[in-house]
């Protein structure tokens, strides 16, 4: 039991320090470096929990990289510096823990060590018997002082490892129950992001028509805009589609916590190229039209799929028709954090 409740240690950084720190700026990819290096030269050799964490870190790393040289204000650059010193805590956590593992089983050896000796010990007395009496009763008062002494400095490593073990025991306690606190404030915060988002679909829901369709899936809210709403094989966005489009951003403008990932998708008529050219196009043009609604860009992603993401059969009008669509992906950043971890 106490061996488990070791190895949940590492939830106490996790606990300390998800919330404390938000890591960006100019140098962030370097300190992320700096502080998993730092952590890795404490490792135990036979940590092996922290070891995988720090696979973890340096697997984020690699990501916070990409997220700094795309753009180092990011929320997502911030959230991924973050979980950089979140992962070096939780490493050190893990190594401290796996030390005082290795500090116990060393006690333990010595006080086994220590009981053989005072066997070895009696033994030896019990040999001295057989001599001089002289000698027997030296050698008996040599033995006892030996045990006594013995006695005491096993009497004095059980007392204190006894110290250490409920230390230990009182600083996992409190680490459970910071635990606990954050989870909680993690379940709080996915029902309001759930809340908001619900919120967000009731509202969308007014713009579902045959043109727009509106679901939500695990990905978000999803808005189908139908290929009628753009001129004939051209990325133009009609009249129609502006109107709606101003609608999807006063609510975006209203919910800042939303993300929109912007795809177009065309049927299999055509070439490949054309098609991909077609959609990434239109998937542009939809975003630069929130833009200049007033919607932060970096809230905002865009790309063509072309002809690999269909809905329906390609060989029917009907499925064709179906799968020439912009998608509109919208998922509140909170929710899209916690799914990343």
């Not at 973890?56 to 700094?68: M, R, T």
């Amino acid at each position: 039991m106490k061996t488990r409740n070791l190895l949940m240690i590492s939830a106490m950084a996790a606990a300390l320090s998800f919330a404390a720190e938000e890591v960006s700026g100019p140098n962030a990819v370097e300190a992320c470096q700096t502080a998993i290096d730092n952590a890795a030269k404490n490792i135990p050799a036979n940590a092996t929990s922290a070891k995988y964490t720090l696979a973890a870190a340096k697997a984020n790393l690699i990501a916070l990289d990409e997220a700094y040289q795309d753009d180092e204000d990011s929320d997502q650059t911030k959230s991924l510096a973050a979980k950089c010193d979140l992962y070096a805590k939780t490493i050190a956590a893990q190594a401290e823990t796996q030390k005082y593992r290795n500090s116990t089983a060393e006690k333990w050896e010595k006080r086994a060590a220590t009981a053989r000796s005072i066997e070895a010990i009696q033994e030896q007395i019990n040999k001295a018997r057989t001599g001089k009496v002289n000698d027997l009763e030296a050698e008996k008062a040599k033995m006892k002082d030996q045990e006594a002494r013995l006695q005491a400095e096993m009497q004095q490593n059980q007392e204190k490892f006894q110290a250490e073990a409920a230390a230990q025991e009182a600083a996992l306690k409190a680490a459970n129950q910071r635990e606990a606190d954050l989870q909680k404030e993690l379940a709080e915060e996915r029902a309001k992001a759930e809340a908001r988002q619900q919120e967000a679909m009731n509202k969308l829901n007014e713009l579902q028509s045959q043109m727009i369709q509106v679901t939500k899936s695990a990905r978000g809210i999803i808005l189908s805009m139908s290929d009628i709403l753009f001129a004939v094989n051209k990325a133009d966005l009609k009249a129609d589609l502006k109107t709606s489009l101003a609608k999807v951003a006063g609510i975006l403008s209203v919910y800042q916590q939303f993300n929109v990932s912007i795809e177009g998708n065309t049927d299999n008529t055509g070439s490949e190229e054309h098609n991909m050219k077609l959609s990434q196009q239109r998937a542009d043009n939809v975003k630069a039209f929130l833009v200049e609604q007033g919607i932060a860009a970096e809230r905002l992603t865009a790309k063509g799929l072309g002809m690999t993401m269909p809905v329906a059969d390609n060989s029917t009008k009907e499925g064709r028709q179906k799968n020439r669509r912009v998608d509109l992906v919208i998922q509140d950043k909170a929710l899209q954090q916690q799914e990343a971890k």
